[in-house]
């Protein structure tokens, strides 16, 4: 089956714009995560919906940056004012159930380039 | 706070050769331990977790909760073993904690 799509692919930004990331999770999926990926690093936990409740933002580095799922299903991060240290791969990763038990499942995601 | 330590980021082996990725966790409780692997040009999946105790594409990890550590293993390695691994926690709630990741290179 299908599994969770995020687009665009990549992302360059002039320092100073916003820009937002679509991430679709698997279809019926109740939990959406968001991390970020630096250059040479792992990835890092940003955020957490439980169907469209953000249940967690505690990895948000900063107010610039935003998420959203208010359908429960597509979720959407933007990011305002664009910095070059945003520069990095933001995963999407869903899961099926409670996020305490289930695998999750990672899109491909969408590399920034902020210049 | 939890942590994972994955002390090499470059591993080079041969061809049938065994393979050890080390990792080391710090955290207070009782954690679930991943491998996630990412081959070229792929998305990050799942290898294994500790509480399946299961062998994936020849691979196996043990949880020593006294080391602290989830080494991954696998006897003999294989050329499509070349990937990205991560090694990752969770702790009490939902969130995974990565470590830096170790590049296998499995050379012919």
């Known amino acids: 089956g299908a599994g969770v799509s995020q687009s665009p692919r990549y992302k360059v930004a002039k320092r100073g714009q916003d820009v937002a990331l679509r991430c679709d999770p698997i279809s019926g999926h109740v939990s959406l995560f968001w991390y970020q990926q630096a250059l040479g690093q792992g990835p890092e936990f940003l955020t957490y919906f439980q169907n469209e409740a953000q249940l967690d933002k505690s990895g948000l580095p900063s107010d610039r940056f935003f998420a959203e799922r208010p359908e429960g299903s597509v979720s959407t991060l933007k990011i305002q004012r664009t910095q070059q240290e945003d520069s990095a791969v933001y995963l999407c990763a869903s899961s099926s159930e409670r996020a305490s038990t289930d695998t999750q499942y990672f899109g491909p995601g969408t590399r920034l380039t902020v210049l | ?108």
Not at chain 2, 5 to 19: I, M, R, W
Not at chain 2, 56 to 70: M, R
Request: net charge positive; hydrophobic share 30%; charged share 20%.
């Open chain 2, 1 to 108: 706070a939890q942590r994972v330590t994955q002390p090499e980021k470059l591993l080079s082996v041969f061809k049938g050769a065994p393979v050890e990725l080390k990792c080391n966790y710090s955290y207070s409780g009782s954690p679930e331990l991943f491998w996630y692997v990412q081959y070229s040009r792929q998305r990050l999946q799942l290898l294994l977790r500790h509480i399946s105790r299961e062998s994936i594409k020849g691979f196996t990890a043990d949880l020593n909760k006294g080391e602290t550590s989830f080494h991954l293993k696998k006897p003999f390695a294989q050329e499509e073993d070349s990937a990205m691994y991560y090694c990752a926690l969770k702790g009490s709630n939902y969130k995974l904690t990565f470590g830096k990741g170790t590049l296998l290179t499995v050379n012919p």
